[in-house]
Structures are given as C-alpha cells and as structure tokens.
C-alpha cells in the first residue's frame, strides 16, 4: 500500500520532475539500450508495476531514448486523456492497447523503443508460465517479436530510494531461446523475463503495487501458431 500512495505523489510532480529528471532519478546501463539499437530492430523494455513506471518512460526520455509504452485504458476517459498529455509533454509516448500489435511492430521497424509491462493478468494472446510458483498468464507479445523479428528484449526497473536519488536501470539483453519448436520457444522465452521479474519483486515487495491484482485467474490457453 505504501508503494501505491508514493506512486500517487510522484505522478502528480511529474511535471516538476521531468523539468530536471537527472535531480530526481540516476540512471544505470543506459549503454545496453544503445547497443541494442545498433542492431537496427527496435527494443523491447520489459517491466512490471514496481517503483514508478511513469517516471522510468520520464527518465529514459530525458536521455534521448525513443520510448514508447502499451497503455490498457483507463475506464474514466478524463483520466486517461490526462495520462496520455502527461507521457506526451514528458517525451514518453503512448500505444492505446488496441491497435498495438501492428503500432508496435511498426516502431521496431523504425528502430524505437517499445516498453512492456508483463506482470498483469492476460486475457488473451497469452502464454502460462511460472510466477511465484503457480502458473500465470502472462503475454507472449515480447517474446514473438524476439523470435520472428530477432528484437533484443532488455529488463527494465525504476527503484525507488527515500532521502536521494532514484534509480533507473536496464539490464543486459536477454539470451534468445531458439529450438524450432515456436510454441516451446515462447513459453520458454516468456518464463525467463517472468522470472526477472519475480526475482527483483521479491527484493523489494513494497515497490509492487499489484498486490490488489488478480494476478493468477485461470484461463483455458488457446492453440498457439507462428501467426499469432
């Protein structure tokens, strides 16, 4: 609860914060994100709610990194709108969920970088994999891409610290698991960012503000193809 009520602080400063980013926030391995773009195929960022997501795309984008983030709408639309020109006027840019298959595809294409959260509940286009020991559905989206359009994947946190400076930080790209079999391969792929997640999650339970999600509902997991 406590991460919660300090996410809804820091949103409000974003304004103030994004004037003079580098006061507020530090940022650790920025190089991996410029290497991965080296290869001219866009980034992929996966995250989870954990610390302050908005102030993750607002430091990122203070560095010059072209970053983009799926957003899942918010019911009241004068909310939503708000969030949207908050990201806008920040640098970081907004995916409306519908449409961000073929939105993000395109992004990647033009070598930007698409960010991902992966610890909610997914309804569909899903994989079930492990996440603090009972399966979870969890989008596949990060791992096709990795797999048909060979797109670095790098994991992404924002840590919050009380009395200085917050913390940004990328991790190194993840290895590709590639075997022929694409259905094994996204589920193996999918379970190894999962896995990071839970493993930074543990460390810091108080900074995950999904404790209220129902994370774990169960779901019937529909035949995968190459296709979708």
Same mark, same amino acid.
Request: charged share 20%; hydrophobic share 45%; net charge positive.
């Given at each position: 609860?406590?991460?919660? &009520?300090d996410f809804f602080f820091e949103v409000i400063n974003i304004p103030k914060i994004a004037k003079n980013s580098g006061k507020f926030i530090e940022t650790h391995g920025e190089e991996y994100v410029w290497k991965a773009l080296?290869?001219?195929?866009?980034? !992929?960022? &996966?995250?989870?709610?954990f610390g302050n997501w908005e102030l993750m795309g607002v430091a990122a984008a203070a560095k010059g990194i072209p970053i983009h983030a799926i957003g899942?709408? &918010?019911? #009241?639309?004068?909310i939503y709108n708000y969030i949207k020109r908050l990201r806008g006027s920040t640098g970081l840019r907004n995916i409306d969920r519908k449409g961000a298959v073929k939105k993000t595809i395109?992004?990647?294409?033009?070598n930007q970088v698409v960010a991902v959260l992966l610890d909610a509940h997914a309804k569909s286009g899903f994989v079930n994999v492990d996440f603090f020991g009972r399966q979870a559905a969890t989008f596949r989206f990060p791992a096709m891409l990795?797999?048909?359009?060979?797109?670095? !994947?790098?994991?992404t946190f924002y840590y919050r610290e009380r009395d200085k400076r917050s913390i940004l930080a990328f991790g190194e790209p993840?290895?590709?698991i590639q075997t022929?079999?694409?259905?094994?391969?996204?589920?193996? #792929?999918t379970q190894q960012y999962v896995a990071t997640l839970e493993h930074e999650i543990r460390k810091r339970p108080s900074d995950w503000t999904l404790?209220?999600?129902n994370r774990w509902r169960q779901e019937a997991v529909q035949p995968l193809s190459e296709e979708n």
């Open positions: 609860m406590t991460g919660m &009520v080296e290869e001219k195929k866009g980034l !992929i960022l &996966v995250l989870a709610h899942k709408p &918010v019911k #009241n639309p004068f395109q992004l990647l294409k033009e990795a797999l048909k359009y060979g797109t670095p !994947i790098i994991p993840f290895p590709l022929g079999d694409f259905q094994a391969d996204l589920t193996a #792929n404790w209220g999600h």
